[in-house]
């Protein structure tokens, strides 16, 4: 891990994220870092609890002279994406996060860095820590399990908490107010298909589509990137008439990024044609997403020969299943100009030995319209016979306009910066809403700093804004 990151300022929040990034912390495996924190707390003389499901947290009495503010909870998620490019070897159970720093960039080589929610947690364990900082009562809570469904969030334990207000600090643009978030809900597929043995005198291909941009399917959802498992299923569709013969599908990764790279091994008749038209097919889609996908790749190596390959009606029934699912923005809202209301992620694929498993992430800031995308998205798998579950469903977070928090918040963003922030909901999943169910009448907001590309390996903290969020979010806890 690079020194460069512990030499940055503000010091101790850095340096406290560099040691967060040194232990393995993914979704349902936060056990190391989680300890971790709880160590912290107790070494610091802080009052440190766990509820049932492993929450914690870490309640700090106010500095001198704010005993009687508003106790205030500061809240972020342990866990992180654990995701990578292909072509790097890395051992997420193992090793920590390899970081450099880019100019004003600190970024991760060839995984996700967790800046998503590691900066936010290390924020607020510097206070935690802190001597000299003015603030309110605290109560720390740090959750877990928050990208795989928000669990933490869920499970969270009942009469632990006793503030009334609530900093969440998970929003990564720092001119932003988060007053509001879309609620969310898995459908997972499950089929069998028939194989049969592979025909001989036919040619063996991996077809790979890689190098998309992916990122966070809340968040990039609406910048018309490209999903690797719908332009794959394309590609194959399109190669069809060279007696394509497919045997294996693999793409994507997490529910709640979208896929950069997708492969399938197939077999082909004509090999000629197939290579014409694989050219013809890329030309054309490249050109579609010369903006935002500039790096696509779609690529044929020759390779081993599979024993088996999909029946030819099951295959036509799972590719025409894949190109005629929902993926993308499913409705935009007609209240608040730019917000998506509705979406869905088509993130990942595989399909081999018979068996095909997909998993998806709809979600909406209205419930009847999350409950009608995630219908069109099963559609087509019903229609082919596959066994449809839905899980991990939580609620979005209504926005209030008039809170005193945010009211506060805005006052003091605009005398320090000279100019009002940005307030508005967005279309990710953010904890709020689901704590906000278990804790009546908290008022709640979300800030922090810019983070780019998150969930996927391009993701990248801005030092310079991060330390424009640490002077504000100072401000803020003073003034509460």
């Known amino acids: 891990m690079s020194d460069q990151i512990r030499q940055l300022e503000p010091s101790v929040p850095w340096n406290l994220f560099a040691d967060l990034n040194a232990i393995p912390r993914a979704s349902k495996k936060e056990e190391r870092i989680a300890q ?48 990578k490019n292909a072509d790097v070897t890395f051992d ?117 589509v890689s190098s998309l941009r992916g990122g966070h399917s809340g968040m990039d959802i609406n910048q018309g990137r490209g999903n690797a498992n719908k332009i794959l299923a394309r590609v194959l569709m399109a190669l069809a008439p060279a007696g394509l013969r497919l045997s294996s599908f693999d793409g994507g990764n997490l529910r709640n990024e979208i896929p950069r790279e997708a492969k399938a091994v197939v077999l082909v008749k004509n090999e000629k044609r197939f290579e014409k038209l694989l050219q013809a097919t890329f030309k054309e889609i490249a050109v579609e997403y010369q903006t935002t996908e500039p790096n696509l790749k779609i690529a044929a190596t020759e390779t081993a020969k599979p024993a ?67 219908a069109a998205f099963r559609a087509p798998f019903d229609l082919i016979g596959a066994k449809v579950q839905t899980g991990s469903e939580y609620p979005g977070w209504k926005p209030n306009p008039s809170s005193k928090i945010v009211q506060k918040m805005a006052e003091l963003y605009k005398k320090k910066f000279g100019h009002a922030p940005v307030i508005e909901a967005c279309h990710a999943g953010l904890e709020c809403g689901i704590i906000g169910e278990a804790y009546k009448g908290l008022d709640m907001v979300s800030f922090g700093p810019l983070i780019q590309g998150a969930h996927s390996p391009d993701e990248r903290a801005s030092v310079s804004s991060f330390k424009k969020f640490w002077g504000y979010y100072l401000e803020v806890l003073g003034a509460i």
């Not at 500095?63 to 995701?83: A, F, N, W």
């Not at 720390?140 to 399990?145: C, E, I, R, S, V």
């Not at 190109?323 to 399909?351: C, D, F, H, W």
Request: hydrophobic share 40%.
């Open 36 to 83: 971790w924190v709880r160590d912290f707390g107790r070494k610091h003389g802080l009052e440190t609890l766990s509820d049932d499901f492993g929450n914690i947290i870490i309640k700090k009495p106010a500095s001198p002279g704010r005993e009687k503010r508003s106790v205030t909870i500061l809240q972020g998620h342990l866990d992180m994406v654990h995701s």
């Open 308 to 374: 088996k390959v999909m029946r030819k009606s099951d295959q036509a029934k799972f590719l025409h299943a894949i190109r005629s699912v929902q993926n993308g923005v499913y409705r935009m809202s007609p209240e608040i100009p730019g917000l998506v209301e509705a979406s869905t992620n088509l993130a990942k694929i595989t399909l081999g030995d018979g068996k095909l498993t997909i998993g998806s992430l709809q979600r909406s800031s209205v419930e009847s319209s999350k409950a009608d995308v995630a």
């Open 92 to 208: 997420f159970d193992k090793q920590g996060i390899d970081m450099y720093l880019d100019g004003d960039w600190v970024r991760a080589r060839g995984t996700t860095l967790g800046a998503d929610n590691g900066l936010g947690v290390a924020s607020i364990l510097a206070v935690l820590a802190s001597k000299d900082i003015a603030h309110p009562p605290l109560e720390a809570l740090f959750t877990l399990d928050e990208e795989q469904g928000l669990s933490g969030a869920k499970l969270l334990g009942r009469g632990l908490l006793k503030g009334k207000v609530l900093l969440n600090l998970d929003t990564e643009e720092d001119h932003v107010l988060t007053i509001g978030c879309a609620g969310g809900i898995d459908t997972l597929i499950d089929w069998t298909y028939k194989e049969e043995v592979a025909p001989e005198n036919l040619v063996p291909f991996q077809l790979k």
